[in-house]
């Protein structure tokens, strides 16, 4: 697979019956949708169709180069510390920029998941804050 950032052969990771990919040029990460829902329930995360966010539809992301189909961007409503993640609306494969490398080991299978944890924990915890916040 092709990295949507940048079109570069992405490298795979391969680890407790899941595969990521991570981009070798920009660092970014691909997991298949399904991948992604039993991390973050293993992680006591909410799935992927429950932590909320909304699509950007002025935003260009490239597209899925499994399904040639463009990927869409979805956004948290925090317009202070916005965060996004990109997803092929045909697979549902989702596609993150790479944020955290500085802190996270993301060459090995382990570490880019746990920067994949770590995304959707601070996501998860925006909208349990806007949700306090309205209340």
């Known amino acids: 697979m092709r990295c949507p950032s940048c079109d570069v052969d992405m490298v795979v990771l391969e680890g407790e019956d899941q595969t990521l990919r991570k981009c070798s040029d920009c660092g970014g990460l691909w997991v298949d949708v399904s991948d992604l829902n039993r991390m973050l329930l293993h992680h006591n995360l909410p799935g992927l169709e429950s932590?909320?966010?909304?699509?950007?539809?002025?935003?260009?992301?490239?597209?899925?180069?499994?399904?040639?189909?463009?990927?869409?961007?979805?956004?948290?409503?925090?317009?202070?510390?916005?965060?996004?993640?990109?997803?092929c609306e045909s697979c549902g494969g989702i596609f993150l920029e790479a944020e955290f490398t500085d802190a996270t080991d993301a060459t090995n299978y382990a570490g880019a998941k746990k920067e994949i944890i770590d995304f959707f924990t601070r996501w998860s915890s925006k909208g349990k804050k806007r949700v306090a916040a309205h209340a």
């Open 51 to 87: 932590i909320g966010g909304k699509v950007d539809p002025d935003a260009m992301c490239g597209q899925c180069t499994d399904c040639l189909v463009d990927l869409v961007r979805v956004v948290t409503g925090d317009k202070s510390n916005p965060m996004s993640y990109d997803t």
